[in-house]
């Protein structure tokens, strides 16, 4: 019991992050109607700016960035992580301004040859020296591990503490914030309405006097800002880096379009769920099955779930006019 209740810890804690890094992609796919293959890129940028700047913040307060024991105070990760969200979000304005607004009514495979460009320049330029160095790197540490509460199963010489830890309640509970800040936003406000009326029919809705070119390039920065927060727990987690090419950065992206799928690509609920969804399969089968298949039991469900629904768990399937 205690190891169920440990691993389902951790995959509410992976869960957030998945779902975090989801809505990017199913917010351009819902308005576009592309697969933006640059958005795990976006993630690795949040993440290695959130080093930058700690290691740059840190010698400023006295404090050494390699000493795990000295610890900043709280709102150095909050200035950190604001930061890296504001980087990303203008990188992510750049990159809809630059590269794909003239491409909105090219054939998609123009598209998704760009996509795949651009993410491979965010990649090697994140390794030039100027930027983040090619050498893997260890995330200073913004917050105390502390243990919240712990829940003891068992007695006698058989006792089992579950640990849960600041970190991972700080992860859900800023992920679950965005995403109920981005909810609101697109089904309560009148930006979501455009940004649903543009995803419904682009030339319709500048008709009606909708600014498509705003709401495109907000849609963009509204993704990447999540993707930068994504970035910054994950490190807080993990905070061992790998250098910002590494496969481990892609399959962290890939995973994410994984739950983006198995939700309903372009719902955005859907993303949420299937962020959690990946998650728990991928913990508890590690868990209990085997920890060296935890990558084939995601995409084995992706496979399943497009076999049985291709629209994905809260997707509706696709009307084409002919």
């Not at 090219?106 to 030039?128: E, Y």
């Not at 970035?231 to 496969?247: D, E, I, R, S, T």
Request: aromatic share 12%.
């Amino acid at each position: 019991m205690a190891d169920f209740v440990q691993t389902l810890i951790t995959a509410l804690a992976i869960g957030s992050l998945y779902a975090l890094i989801a809505l990017g992609y199913t917010m351009v796919y819902g308005i576009l109607k592309f697969i933006n293959f640059a958005h795990s890129d976006i993630v690795v940028l949040g993440a290695w700016s959130s080093y930058t700047l700690a290691i740059r913040i840190l010698p400023w307060l006295g404090l050494d960035p390699h000493n795990p024991a000295a610890l900043p105070p709280f709102w150095v990760a909050a200035v950190v992580m604001l930061a890296a969200m504001v980087y990303c979000g203008v990188v992510g304005f750049a990159i809809e301004r630059l590269a794909y607004r003239r491409l909105r009514r090219a054939p998609r495979l123009n598209v998704l040859i760009t996509a795949i460009g651009v993410s491979l320049f965010l990649q090697n330029v994140g390794q030039l020296d100027f930027m983040f160095g090619a050498s893997p790197q260890k995330m200073p540490a913004l917050l105390p591990s502390w243990e919240l509460a712990s829940i003891t199963f068992g007695d006698g010489e058989s006792v089992r503490r579950v640990v849960i830890g600041l970190v991972d309640v700080v992860i859900f509970s800023l992920a679950a914030s965005l995403m109920l800040v981005m909810q609101y936003l697109v089904f309560h406000t009148k930006l979501g309405v455009a940004m649903r009326a543009v995803s419904f029919n682009t030339d319709t809705a500048a008709l009606m006097g909708i600014p498509v070119d705003r709401v495109v390039s907000f849609t963009f920065v509204l993704g990447s800002v999540l993707a930068a927060a994504a970035g910054f727990l994950f490190v807080m987690k993990y905070p061992g880096m790998n250098q910002p090419a590494h496969a481990i950065w892609v399959l962290l992206g890939l995973k994410a379009f994984v739950a983006a799928v198995i939700g309903g690509i372009g719902n955005v609920r859907g993303a949420v769920l299937g962020g959690f969804v990946i998650a728990f399969v991928e913990q508890f089968g590690a868990f209990y099955v085997s920890s060296n298949y935890r990558d084939v039991y995601v995409f084995a469900l992706l496979i399943v779930i497009l076999l049985v629904k291709p629209s994905g768990l809260l997707g509706s399937p696709a009307q084409e006019k002919v």
